[in-house]
């Protein structure tokens, strides 16, 4: 189990000082001890004295020393006058007598020859020991030395004197008594202010910890309150200060990543972020509708395994090796995009960083305009370049004498007419094109209906229609809703596809023009959304490969049998312009079996709501 700091500096408090305690005790007690030992010393050296001049007078009488009643008697004697136990021992170690024995077990004591005290004498007159008395079971502090007799070479007897210490042993006793008591005391005391300190110091960082966790779970509305002016304080307000500084960061970050994701979300270029190692670590909405991945699918990965295109991971291999800014263009399959791509280095070269940035610029419609422009000025260089060619050399004809002659003059102004009049219809065309895209013809928004415009049209086209044998159809449904239109816009769209209609489809055809309601594909039942127009034929039809690009200017399917039959190549452009002008769209299907069909819907006119 992991103890807190509170129990830590508690428990180690307690026991620094439960052991100081116990050390002063054991040192006192020792201290004690020793200046009892000296002082009683002291005092059997002055017993032992008084008791060694009261046995003189055996010390001198030969044979006085041996065991005898009188011995015994003075041994008691002085005994009881110096308040302590003598001891007679003879140089063997028996005891000649003992005043803590009686006369009848003399005989059965012990031989003190092996005491400490009697050893000390023998070898230096003069022994001290302190130890338990087997006899009494009292500890006791003996004191022995040697008396001479008659020969004054070798101690005739050793004197021995023991001063009990009970009387200190229980003054110890009851010192022990009421250091327990103290010290218990002041461990109690010590307990509450080991505790109290404790909790002093502990409760401060107990805050600190409590408010880290709240800053590592996102709160940094936490704030760190404490009273205390010491460390612990510092450290508050170090963690307080910490923690607006780390919110300012955030917040700073924050707002730099929102207005970057925001810059790569609204981008219309596609950005691809790669690592060192050419892993992917972010791209932007644009890149991932130009490859069809998702974020989840690219972050992460290598970009080779992502998009699986040779030229791009050349790229990329070439970037990250030679640390240079790259461009390049790839194509696209089966999509067909055409991307041009700048690739740049980073400063970065560690893990998990930026090492590259990859710009991708869609340029699959400026390439599709490009070549449309393309086709555009050769084709109206040619459209333009024929008439002129061909009235350049009529009139070069004329010139070289073919003036002279009235009929073949007549015949070279009348082509040359013709010539100049198919001239004026293309730049009558182009600049009513190019009127229409600038936006200077202004579209009319007045409600009319489909059928009195097909009555109209089919009536003006109908003697052309004639000439080829073809056969006019019209279907139009009655109660058609009104459109927001142009009539006259709508005639010239109308006329000029059953210009084209009558055009390539061989004679004696059919040409149907029909026009029906659109409902809303979730509720057929209500109101019709858009009104549909379509000119359909038996004629040549249209390719699956050149249906896209009928309504590009001077686009031909067939460019021979088109200029045979005198068109400029304008009028279906024309026709898409004032459609997409009225709110509608126009586009061709394929007929079955033959020919082709031509829709236009245009939006019906709402109702307006009373209320």
């Not at 008659?150 to 250091?179: S, W």
Request: aromatic share 4%.
């Amino acid at each position: 189990m992991t103890l807190s700091i509170r129990w830590k500096v508690t428990i180690g408090a307690l026991l620094v000082l439960a052991c100081g305690l116990l050390i002063a005790r054991a040192l006192a007690v020792r201290s004690l001890d020793q200046q009892e030992i000296v002082q009683s010393g002291q005092i059997l050296e002055a017993q032992t004295s008084l008791a060694a001049y009261g046995l003189q007078p055996f010390l001198t009488q030969p044979g006085a020393l041996s065991s005898t009643p009188q011995l015994q008697a003075a041994v008691r004697d002085l005994s009881a006058r110096a308040l302590a136990r003598v001891t007679l021992i003879a140089p063997d170690g028996r005891v000649l007598a003992d005043s803590a024995v009686s006369d009848s077990n003399l005989a059965t004591v012990e031989n003190h020859r092996a005491r400490p005290e009697i050893q000390q004498a023998m070898a230096t007159g003069h022994g001290t020991d302190l130890h338990t008395n087997h006899t009494t079971g009292e500890r006791t502090l003996y004191l022995a030395v040697g008396l001479s007799g008659a020969n004054q070479a070798n101690p005739a007897v050793f004197l021995r004197l023991g001063l009990p210490m009970t009387t200190f042993d229980h003054e110890v006793a009851k010192l022990h008594r009421d250091l327990a008591i103290a010290f218990g005391i002041a461990f109690l005391i010590a307990v509450v202010l080991s505790v109290w300190l404790a909790h002093s110091i502990t409760k401060p960082l107990s805050d600190i910890a409590i408010a880290a966790q709240q800053l590592a779970k996102g709160d940094l509305a936490i704030r760190i309150r404490t009273g205390s002016r010491d460390e612990v304080g510092l450290l508050a307000d170090t963690l307080n200060h910490m923690t607006d500084q780390l919110r300012a960061k955030i917040d700073e970050l924050s707002e730099d990543r929102s207005q970057l994701l925001a810059m790569l979300t609204s981008m219309v270029e596609g950005v691809m972020v790669l690592d060192r190692r050419g892993r992917v670590l972010q791209v932007n909405p644009a890149l991932e509708r130009m490859f069809e991945v998702t974020r989840t699918e690219a972050r992460g990965h290598h970009c080779s395994d992502v998009f699986r295109h040779p030229q791009l991971d050349r790229l990329v291999s070439t970037v990250l090796a030679t640390r240079m800014n790259e461009e390049d263009e790839i194509l696209l399959h089966p999509s067909g995009r055409r991307l041009h791509i700048e690739a740049s280095a980073t400063e970065s070269d560690r893990e998990n960083e930026a090492s590259a940035v990859l710009i991708f610029h869609d340029m699959t419609e400026l390439r599709r305009l490009e070549i449309i422009r393309k086709d555009f000025v050769a084709n109206v260089s040619h459209e333009l370049r024929t008439p002129l060619t061909s009235i350049k050399g009529y009139i070069e004809a004329l010139l070289d004498g073919a003036k002279d002659d009235p009929e073949t003059s007549t015949q070279f102004l009348d082509i040359i007419l013709k010539q100049s009049d198919r001239l004026n219809l293309i730049l009558d065309d182009l600049l009513q094109l190019s009127k229409i895209e600038s936006g200077q013809v202004q579209f009319k928004r007045e409600p009319l209906h489909i059928q009195s415009v097909v009555e109209r049209t089919l009536a003006m086209i109908k003697p052309l229609a004639d000439k080829k044998g073809h056969r006019l159809v019209s279907s139009v449904k009655g109660n058609l809703p009104a459109v927001l239109g142009d009539e006259d816009r709508l005639m010239q769209v109308l006329s000029n596809l059953l210009d084209n209609a009558i055009k390539y489809t061989p004679e004696k055809g059919t040409i149907t023009v029909a026009a029906r309601p659109i409902l809303d594909d979730a509720d057929q039942s209500a109101t019709p959304t858009a009104v549909e127009l379509s000119v359909t034929d038996t004629g040549l039809g249209i390719s699956e490969m050149d249906r896209p690009r009928v309504f590009e200017r001077f686009y031909r399917v067939d460019k021979a049998r088109s200029r045979e039959l005198g068109g400029t190549g304008l009028g279906l452009a024309i026709v898409k312009h004032i459609v997409e002008g009225l709110g509608g769209r126009v586009w061709v299907e394929a007929n079955t079996p033959t020919g082709s069909r031509f829709v236009v819907r245009l939006p019906v006119q709402q109702e307006k709501t009373v209320i």
